[in-house]
């Protein structure tokens, strides 16, 4: 796929993400909140990865989450720490709304950085 059209995919994909995570949000506040947070992570890794592939950064050993903050300038640590308790490394040790506030905000923050790239 050439770069431009995956940059034009990953805009679609990352407000997908966002709107359904938004809208999943207001639908169950107060329930289920802990399948929507873990369910973001699978969600957002192939973006993740896309983003990296922009930048000419290829491994398959890295750690994805680091990686982009590190390329892109932007706190993924939202991301890890969902992706631990996803593997059962860590437990959720605040309120649930908090953590889908920061996806929130990373999402948004990774759209703005989409927005803003120049793919030729």
């Known amino acids: 796929m050439e770069k431009k059209n995956l940059h034009h995919q990953l805009e679609f994909e990352l407000r997908s993400k966002l709107i359904h995570l938004r809208e999943e949000y207001l639908h169950f506040r107060g329930k289920d909140l802990e399948n929507l947070i873990l369910s973001s992570i699978p969600a957002l890794t ?15 050993k890295i750690d994805l989450f680091k990686a982009v903050s590190d390329a892109y ?31 929130i905000k990373v999402m948004t923050g990774l759209g703005r950085i989409v927005d803003r790239l120049n793919v030729e």
């Open 73 to 103: 300038m932007i706190d993924t640590g939202i991301l890890k720490e969902v992706s631990d308790i996803r593997r059962g490394n860590a437990k959720f040790n605040k309120d649930k709304e908090i953590y889908i506030r920061d996806l």
């Open 46 to 60: 192939p973006i993740i990865g896309a983003l990296l592939y922009l930048m000419d950064i290829y491994s398959s």
